[in-house]
């Protein structure tokens, strides 16, 4: 176990976190080792290793970030983005993101049916899935207060009607060739690519930029995995594989429950962006029979779905959830420097595509698709 902690754990103090920030890595380090059962840890770390803990304890450092930025972030209503004009007399501007809403609630809602009808969720977790659906407009206070977006909602609303990708991916269009043709595959993608380019350039201005940036793109990421599918289509086509197995994309990229080791079930969503792309070539295999491939796989779900949930339900020292005594005790500068040292930028991918590139890309997405027509995988 010591030889475990004590591999690369110096490594991390050269990097250019703020002093604050270095104590929290700690924090969240020691508590890897001190506050799940030995052999657990033991199993996830041990070699053969898919993620090595230092690796870990910094996307966990990422999700508390995350989850401090949008407890804290201020909120207002849509009225504060789009300012009345009296030469807009139709509101046209404010119809176009209330349709975007609408557009996007209709997907929550579809998501909330499919995860609250999996048996192996409990009631508790289906309470807390409650915030996908529509605020109840019902109630005069809500009515009066109308929904309230920050400005990272605004921005997600404002990506999906000026990024056509999304769309694409979310309607399940860009699987078909009859609905996106390769030539409107690649203006999508180089499109996202430019954007992408923005995104980086607004990074560099500020500590709030930086955070903005960073999280905006790992939640793109998440949500739509562009950039591995971009990868695990070019790896197929150089080990000329045909066929991803199912269950091992989606213990990569979306929400699951399984069976822990530890024992009961863990639902969170899989979303560790970097890490997931260092793994590909050793989840993704053409041979149903390779045992270390769904070995490792289980490792990897352990770590990226089982180890965080634990961690974003554990409660501190001092009372309370840890997430939260994190958010109480870090700034925007804090999770400024943090994401100076890990990159999420690091992620995208200067992109060349070739048209059996294309085809993986297409089965992929229809793979991950639960909305929209069965895909169509013809070239």
């Not at 996307?59 to 504060?80: C, D, G, S």
Request: hydrophobic share 35%; net charge negative; glycine share 4%.
């Amino acid at each position: 176990m010591d030889d475990i902690k004590n591999q690369e754990y110096e490594e991390v103090f050269e990097s250019k976190y703020t002093p604050k920030m270095e104590l929290m890595y700690d924090d969240v380090f020691h508590a890897l080792f001190q506050c799940f059962p030995q052999e657990h840890i033991e199993f996830l770390f041990s070699p053969p290793m898919i993620i090595h803990p230092v690796m870990y304890v910094e996307y966990v450092l990422l999700e508390f970030i995350k989850y401090a930025y949008f407890e804290t972030v201020e909120k207002f209503p849509l009225r504060h983005f789009i300012p009345y004009s009296s030469s807009d007399d139709n509101h046209s501007e404010r119809m176009r993101y209330a349709r975007s809403l609408k557009y996007t609630q209709k997907y929550k809602d579809i998501t909330y049916q499919l995860l609250i009808e999996n048996e192996d969720i409990n009631s508790e977790q289906k309470k807390e899935l409650e915030v996908l659906l529509k605020k109840d407009m019902s109630d005069i206070h809500n009515r009066l207060e109308g929904y309230k977006l920050s400005e990272m909602d605004f921005f997600e609303h404002t990506n999906i009607q000026e990024l056509g990708i999304i769309k694409s991916i979310v309607e399940n269009r860009i699987s078909s060739t009859k609905k996106v043709s390769n030539a409107c595959f690649l203006d999508l993608f180089d499109a996202y690519d430019r954007w992408v380019g923005n995104l980086i350039e607004r990074s560099r201005k500020s500590d709030e930029d930086m955070v903005f940036a960073s999280i905006a793109f790992f939640t793109l990421e998440w949500k739509y995995s562009m950039e591995l599918i971009y990868l695990v289509a070019g790896y197929m086509e150089e080990r000329q594989i045909e066929e991803v197995d199912y269950y091992t994309l989606l213990g990569l990229t979306r929400s699951i429950v399984f069976d822990s080791r530890l024992g009961g079930k863990i639902s969170h969503d899989s979303r560790m962006i970097k890490e997931r792309q260092y793994v590909i070539e050793d989840l993704i295999t053409n041979d149903k029979s390779n045992t270390m491939a769904w070995f490792l796989r289980d490792k990897y779900v352990e770590i990226a779905v089982g180890l965080t949930g634990l961690f974003h339900n554990m409660t501190s020292t001092e009372g309370g959830l840890y997430k939260d005594w994190f958010k109480n005790n870090t700034t925007m500068e804090d999770w400024a420097s943090f994401f100076e040292d890990y990159d999420v930028f690091s992620c995208w991918h200067e992109k060349t595509w070739t048209n059996k590139k294309i085809r993986n890309a297409r089965k992929l997405f229809g793979m991950l698709s639960p909305f929209g027509e069965n895909p169509d995988f013809r070239a």
